[in-house]
Structures are given as C-alpha cells and as structure tokens.
C-alpha cells in the first residue's frame, strides 16, 4: 500500500535560517506530489506540487521541493525562513490522475525562533 | 471570495446524538471530499464525491454518512456520535481543470467534542 513519511514531527529554527522539511513516499507507479500548510486555526492550503516535468517545483512564500524519483522523496526547503511560517506542513501523494485520491504524511510543525 | 466553508466550526456533543456538519463551495467544483485529522494520524479520508449523486468511501467511513444533492453542498451526517469521532474534520473541494487538477481547496475546520 502507498504510504508517506514524514520522518520529523517537529523542527525548530531560528529566523532567517533555512530549513529543509523531509517528505519520503513508497510508491513504483507514477506519482503526483504536493506539499499543504496549516496556519494555526486554519484550513490547509497548497504550497506547491509536482504533476510532471522539471523537478524543482517553486511555490508560494519563497518554498521549493525537489522530486528526487530514485530516492522517492520530495523534500520541502526555503533558504530562509520568517516568524511567519511557524505552521505544520502536510506532504501528500497521488497515484491516480484525477481522482483526487490523496494519501497524507502525518504533518511536521515548523517552529520559527526569533 | 472564493471558498470552502464549514458550519459550525466547534460542536461539542453527547453520544448518540445524531449532527450534521454542513460544507459549502462557491467554486462550482466537481470535487468535494471530507477528512478527519488526529495527532500523530495527519488526514484521513472519510467520504468523496466527485459529482452530484455520486459519493464514495474513502479511508475511515464507519460511523458517518454523506450527501450530495447539491453541486455545492456536501454534508457530514454522524447519525449515532461516539467519543472516537472527536476530532477535527475538514472539507475540501476540487476543480477538475487541467492546470489545477487533483489540487483540493480546504474549508477552515470544525473541531467536534463527543463526550
């Protein structure tokens, strides 16, 4: 069964300092990637994804994921980081175009020091 | 403003007593999809549906039932709640265009207390 880890339940770092949010999948047949944010008391809300093609993928807020295929992963990494993104990040996996059918890591909180 | 929205956003309840979580969409999506999320577990599927009249199970379903008379509407009945349901449940929705395929679109959450 497909299966996401997220190997990092917590991660403190101090501001401006960059971080790296690990994100490793089990799947041999293609994939679909995203990486979600939760702001405290909040909904989730779409970072970035990989559907296909180059694969560093840029999202919103200065983040950006590398789809590494043989090593199955996709981890999450800003160069540096602000109070504000103090929230816990969510990687997900797809293997079915379409079907919206997701399989969510258990989420790793992101605490920003100042 | 384009959106997912839950009501209520907290319940607190008793066991036994039926409730319903209503969720709502204004984006005309095909997509609407209900989660539960629980320390340690991140998200799990509850239901889906990817049109009107059309819901299927998703990874946790026992225990509740959905609906979808309604292309923006898409309920989360609990017709006999029990203290393993406490949790926070989200609702999400999904547009089926091809630059934002299988991207989902989150409501705010409602946080249900079962006692």
């Known amino acids: 069964a497909q299966s996401v880890t997220q190997l990092d339940s917590q991660v403190p770092v101090f501001e401006e300092a960059p971080v790296e949010l690990r994100c490793n999948y089990s799947s041999s047949v293609s994939v679909y990637l995203f990486w979600y944010v939760q702001y405290p008391n909040q909904g989730l809300q779409l970072l970035l994804k990989y559907l296909s093609g180059s694969t560093l993928v840029k999202g919103i807020n200065g983040f950006e994921a590398e789809f590494n295929k043989s090593q199955t992963s996709f981890h999450l990494r800003k160069p540096s980081v602000h109070i504000s993104d103090t929230a816990e990040y969510f990687c997900?996996?797809?293997?079915?175009?379409?079907?919206?059918?997701?399989?969510f890591g258990t989420g790793t909180r992101l605490k920003v020091l100042a | 403003e384009a959106q997912v929205t839950q009501n209520p956003r907290y319940l607190i309840t008793v066991t036994g007593k039926k409730l319903t979580v209503t969720c709502s969409q204004n984006m005309n999506h095909e997509y609407m999809s209900w989660y539960r999320q629980d320390p340690g577990l991140g998200l799990r599927q509850i239901y889906y549906s990817m049109n009107v009249e059309v819901t299927d199970k998703g990874d946790v379903p026992e225990g509740y039932k959905v609906s979808r008379k309604e292309k923006r509407n898409f309920p989360l009945i609990l017709e006999s709640p029990s203290p393993n349901q406490t949790s926070l449940y989200f609702c999400?929705?999904?547009?089926?265009?091809?630059?934002?395929?299988?991207?989902?679109?989150f409501g705010p959450g409602t946080r249900l207390t079962v006692l």
């Open positions: 997900a996996v797809s293997n079915k175009w379409g079907t919206y059918k997701y399989i």
């Open positions: 999400a929705s999904g547009n089926r265009d091809a630059s934002s395929y299988n991207e989902q679109f």
